[in-house]
């Protein structure tokens, strides 16, 4: 799915309560849903590992990281900043439903706090990594750091050449990470971020505080620039670093995009218009609604009526503004050339959920076919989201891809042929079809490509033969379903989950009793009454277990996280285990009265992003006036 983010995202940009985040602590979460109509219950269960010592943990990772082109920093930061308004998002959208655009915000938010609240302690002498990510809703935002350089080396999960900035453009949803060296005289110094391309500018300050500081923030907070020409010569030096070690994009087994044949060009111009009263944003002049079932859905089973492939145009129209559920086709591994162009007098953030293409070039005025001189064919930055300047076009390379689709209106789901089975995630089927012999022959016959030239994910120690380790674990769960308090509840092992007021994580990391108990749910079925409890299974970090899903029910379960058959599970089974070449999946199905078995490394240290230090400061936040 292609949305465009510049004008409202009613569900993103809010720091909610229990607004989630990305945690340090290794935790591995299964979960079932049941899907029946609108209705859905799901029964997750939770495995906590145990992390090793520290000498185990340098070990490990020394063996499979790849190596940095940078420095190793003391400390991996992430800094959130934002838009912020004092309404909330229904609000916001009954403003929008009443024809009117959004007004300027309330002000800046840093990691969840208003102006001069936010606080970031370094230690002098040391090179700290601050991942900055624009969390906020239709803003450009510039940030820096007074007396400070940055040096960039990271984009959305590529490596980029090194470059020293003094500030930064963030456009909305867009994630930076920087290194940033104390090595000033020791005192506090303002973290500076204000608005871009606004008739008012809005500023907001942090503070950087050397652990040694011997006074107090002083002067004026640094300025930020003032041009867009600076901007988009910026967005325009980000270029890949191509000598750092590490996966790379390789986009039809070439690592090269530069060599690959275009097999379309997509033109994609967004635009506003009031439709029925309603202030509506589009693509190509469709607005993007809803419908009432998923379209995946209505893709596998061919249900009509739900929305037409080729609903929307590859090419701007200039027709008035008018809604439809807008699907476009595209050919599985096509090649496809993007063109965004915006005709309105703000910047513009498109993000490809899921995926992510090569900016290849960006310019003022209107895109043509001679605007591909300008291209950059080499080491352009693979990437998610790009921002669209103001009467501007941005062109990108991409696959075709499939998603789900956006509730904004300005929105695309693209439809991949063939359809890919794997893409419905943890859904029963039993409202639809009952499972037959030929679709359960089919999975067993589900094999990996070994020969691809696609990287295979690391298996435990660094093997690639997951059937040469040994298990140390075996874990059967079984589901089941009952009545509980008069209300239909879904289990495991006779456990039904129910979730505390705490994120599970949250209390883990910082060590919050009373929250949850490691080992409130048995390692195998048993005969007791469905009860209710918040499920926590242990297990040893770096383990090698044997997990084998048993389905006592009629229809088919979905197991969100290599062999199957009907009937009981037992030692026996283990013939018919496939150890060589089993498809690595996160879901799996588990046939009416039949098992599934998986082998599970759990062997991840760390998430992409670590707990921030304030954390708990991250929920609500105060108001920034």
């Known amino acids: 799915m292609v949305y465009n983010r510049g004008k409202i995202h009613t569900k993103m940009g809010f720091m909610e309560p229990h607004a989630p985040f990305h945690q340090a602590k290794t935790t591995l979460t299964l979960s079932r849903s049941k899907i029946r109509l609108a209705a859905s219950s799901i029964s997750p269960l939770l495995i906590s590992t145990r992390l090793p010592a520290a000498s185990e943990e340098s070990e490990f990772s020394a063996g499979l990281s790849f190596q940095s082109p940078s420095q190793n920093p003391t400390e991996i930061t992430p800094v959130l900043i934002g838009d912020w308004y004092k309404a909330d998002h229904n609000k916001l959208k009954g403003v929008l439903d009443g024809g009117h655009r959004l007004a300027f915000p309330d002000g800046i938010l840093i990691s969840g706090r208003g102006p001069s609240s936010a606080s970031f302690t370094v230690e002098q002498g040391k090179t700290y990594r601050l991942r900055i990510s624009n969390v906020g809703l239709q803003n450009t935002l510039n940030f820096r750091i007074q007396g400070h350089n940055m040096k960039l080396v990271e984009v959305e999960g590529t490596h980029t050449l090194q470059t020293i900035l003094s500030s930064l453009d963030v456009h909305v949803g867009q994630s930076y990470s920087v290194l940033v060296t104390a090595?000033?005289?020791?005192?506090?110094?303002?973290?500076?971020?204000?608005?871009r391309f606004t008739s008012g500018v809005l500023n907001t300050t942090a503070t950087l505080h050397y652990s040694n500081s011997a006074k107090p923030v002083s002067g004026q907070p640094p300025s930020a620039p003032t041009t867009l020409d600076w901007s988009l010569n910026q967005a325009r030096s980000i270029r890949t670093n191509l000598t750092a070690s590490g996966p790379r994009p390789n986009p039809q087994g070439s690592y090269h995009y530069g060599l690959i044949n275009i097999t379309r060009t997509i033109r994609l111009a967004n635009s506003a218009a009031l439709v029925n009263g309603k202030q509506r944003y589009a693509v190509n002049s469709v607005s993007f609604v809803p419908a009432d079932t998923p379209l995946k859905l209505a893709d596998y089973f061919k249900i009509g009526g739900v929305f037409t492939v080729g609903s929307i145009p590859d090419s701007p129209t200039g027709a008035k503004v008018y809604l439809d559920t807008s699907v476009m086709g595209a050919d599985y591994r096509a090649f496809v050339?993007?063109?965004?162009?915006?005709?309105?007098?703000?910047?513009q953030s498109w993000h490809l959920d899921g995926y992510s293409f090569f900016v290849v070039g960006m310019d003022g005025g209107e895109w043509s076919a001679a605007s591909r001189q300008q291209y950059n064919l080499r080491d352009a930055v693979s990437r998610c989201t790009t921002q669209v300047y103001p009467s501007t076009w941005d062109n990108n390379f991409i696959y075709a891809?499939?998603?789900?689709?956006?509730?904004?209106?300005?929105?695309i789901p693209f439809r991949r042929m063939p359809f890919s089975v794997v893409e419905l995630r943890a859904e029963s089927h039993d409202q639809f079809d009952e499972a037959s012999e030929e679709d359960e022959e089919t999975d067993l016959n589900s094999r990996k490509n070994l020969t691809s030239k696609r990287g295979r994910g690391l298996t435990h120690r660094a093997l690639s033969h997951y059937g040469l380790v040994n298990n140390t674990r075996i874990i059967r769960l079984a589901n089941s379903a009952a009545l509980v308090n008069g209300k239909q509840r879904y289990a495991v092992n006779s456990v039904s989950f129910v979730p505390t007021d705490m994120p599970l994580k949250l209390a883990h990391y910082f060590k919050i009793g009373g929250v949850f108990t490691v080992g409130s749910i048995s390692y195998s079925p048993t005969s007791a009454k469905l009860y209710l409890n918040t499920?926590?299974?242990?297990?040893?970090?770096?383990?090698?277990?044997?997990?084998?899903?048993?389905?006592?029910?009629?229809?088919?379960q979905s197991?969100?996280?290599?062999?199957?058959?009907?009937?009981?599970?037992?030692?026996a089974s283990r013939h018919q285990y496939n150890l060589q070449d089993a498809v690595s999946l996160c879901t799996t199905q588990v046939y009416p009265s039949s098992w599934t078995a998986v082998y599970i490394p759990l062997d991840k240290v760390r998430d992409e992003y670590p707990i921030p230090k304030n954390a708990l400061l991250c929920g609500r936040a105060p108001s920034p006036i």
């Open 401 to 411: 891809f499939i998603q789900r689709p956006h509730r904004s209106g300005m929105s």
């Open 337 to 347: 050339e993007v063109v965004f162009e915006n005709h309105e007098n703000i910047v």
């Open 183 to 195: 090595d000033q005289s020791p005192q506090d110094y303002y973290i500076a971020v204000s608005t």
């Open 535 to 556: 499920s926590v299974m242990g297990a040893d970090y770096r383990a090698f277990i044997e997990n084998v899903f048993e389905n006592g029910e009629s229809i088919v």
């Open 559 to 571: 197991w969100h996280l290599d062999g199957m058959d009907g009937g009981g599970w037992s030692a």
